[in-house]
């Protein structure tokens, strides 16, 4: 069976600081992997996605993830924070049939 | 193009009473699906349709119906609305038919309460 697992419910960081958040996937077949981010009150949206090819992908607002399967995570990077990038986010294992399995989510400060 | 669209934006039902969440797409996507979200819990696969006229459960099917009306609508009936459905209920869809490496796009959410 397919899982995620997010670690940390929230992570604090300083504008311009490095924001890192860390997704580790358990699957038996080669993974798709998805980052959505969730501002307050609204739907989900996507960063970035993996799905063949190329291991480190680069996704909208600076994030991007590196897909390391040897560790089975898809942990996201920013390297400088901005207040904008508060959300909540989550990581996401595409599952057989189309279905999204998702993380638990990580919410996101930004502190100025 | 709206994207997809959800009704009402926030609900308050009593225990027993029964009411649907609507949802649209208007990007002729074929695979739509309702998620509930809880905190600390991520988002919860309730059902979903593949194409127009199918659909199946997901993880957390019990206490909900669900209608894909045509290939824009998907809707989702509680029966009898119970506390432990106080949620947020997104809808979303995606273009291809079970495709697990299919982007989706969801709607704002509907915001319910059950007291």
């Known amino acids: 069976a397919q899982s995620v697992t997010q670690l940390g419910s929230h992570v604090s960081v300083s504008e311009g600081a490095l924001v890192l958040l860390r997704c580790n996937y358990s699957?038996?077949?080669?993974?798709?992997l998805f980052w959505y981010v969730q501002y307050p009150n609204q739907g989900l949206q996507l960063l970035l996605k993996?799905?063949?090819?190329?291991?480190l992908v680069k996704g909208i607002n600076g994030f991007e993830a590196e897909f390391k399967k040897s560790e089975t995570s898809f942990h996201l990077t920013k390297p400088s924070a901005h207040m904008s990038d508060a959300a909540e986010y989550f990581c996401?294992?595409?599952?057989?049939?189309?279905?999204?399995?998702f993380g638990q989510g990580t919410e996101l400060s930004v502190k100025p | 193009n709206a994207g997809v669209t959800q009704t009402p934006k926030f609900q308050v039902l009593k225990t027993g009473q029964s009411m649907t969440l609507q949802c649209a797409q208007d990007?002729?996507?074929?695979?739509m699906y309702w998620y509930r979200q809880d905190p600390g819990m991520g988002l919860r696969l309730i059902y979903y349709s593949a194409s127009e006229g199918t659909t199946d459960k997901g993880e957390v099917p019990n206490g909900y119906n669900v209608s894909r009306l045509n290939k824009r609508e998907f809707s989702l009936r509680l029966e009898s609305a119970a506390p432990s459905q106080t949620s947020v209920y997104f809808c979303?869809?995606?273009?291809?038919?079970?495709?697990?490496?299919?982007?989706?796009?969801f709607g704002p959410g509907t915001r319910l309460l059950v007291l």
């Open positions: 993996y799905t063949t090819g190329a291991t």
């Open positions: 979303a869809s995606s273009e291809a038919r079970r495709a697990p490496w299919e982007t989706q796009y």
């Open positions: 699957s038996s077949v080669p993974p798709y």
């Open positions: 990007m002729n996507h074929n695979s």
């Open positions: 996401a294992v595409g599952h057989q049939g189309g279905k999204l399995i």
